[in-house]
T-cell receptor
């Protein structure tokens, strides 16, 4: 069954604006990861946040994790056209398996 | 370092035929995973190899799917016989220990 579930399914923003997407999950996790997929390509790892962390930054990316609500958010600041892609959250439990959601499709308009 | 490579990138076959997908992981990565995405839905886990052993194959849909990783290097995923609902994009990924996954570009399978 699906573990991570992203919201919204699709997001359209103007270049320079911020994009925020959320992820909810169902079971306890060791870490949560965000991936990006450009059309026709494989998924690329963006950032990993461990279950004992609450916030993490990487360049223009900011990820938060609330284990009490079983949710995470990904914020992309000052978006660029190159940020147009699908974004997936993935959760890792006690085994090596990563469980993905259906993703959020982000379109950045020039 | 070379990334994860998958072959073919596209495959169109008729219902009832057989297709074999291949994945070459990053050298030295013991963990190899197969995932599938159907019609824009969630990316579903199929199975996980650690070296040549199947660690977890709980996501394999049925016995028409057979995955192998002989020698712990490249892996193949065979679908025999293919059905219409098998259409989708099949991703392979590899990792070192419990680190981030490195994905290939996927094989887009269309069963007609």
């Amino acid at each position: 069954s699906q573990q991570g579930e992203e919201d919204p399914q699709a997001l359209s923003i103007q270049e320079g604006e911020n994009a925020t997407m959320n992820c909810s999950y169902k079971t306890s996790i060791n870490n949560l990861q965000w991936y990006r997929q450009n059309s026709g390509r494989g998924l690329v790892h963006l950032i990993l946040i461990r279950s004992n962390e609450r916030e993490k930054h990487s360049g223009r990316l900011r990820v938060t994790l609330d284990t009490s609500k079983k949710s995470s958010s990904l914020l992309i600041t000052a978006s660029r056209a190159a940020d147009t892609a699908s974004y997936f959250c993935a959760t890792r439990s006690n085994d090596y398996k990563l469980s993905f959601g259906a993703g959020t499709t982000v379109t950045v308009r020039a | 370092e070379a990334g994860v490579t998958q072959f073919p990138s596209h495959s169109v076959i008729e219902k009832g035929q057989t297709v074999t997908l291949r994945c070459d992981p990053i050298s030295g990565h013991d963990n190899l995973y197969w995932y599938r995405r159907v019609m824009g839905k969630e990316i579903k886990f199929l199975l996980h190899f650690v070296k040549e052993s199947k660690q977890d194959e709980s996501g394999m849909p049925n016995n028409r799917f057979l995955a192998e990783r002989t020698g712990g290097t490249y892996s193949t995923l065979k679908v025999q016989p293919a059905e219409l609902e098998d259409s989708g994009v099949y991703f392979c990924a590899s990792s070192q220990d419990s680190g981030p996954l490195h994905f290939g570009n996927g094989t887009r399978l269309t069963v007609t």
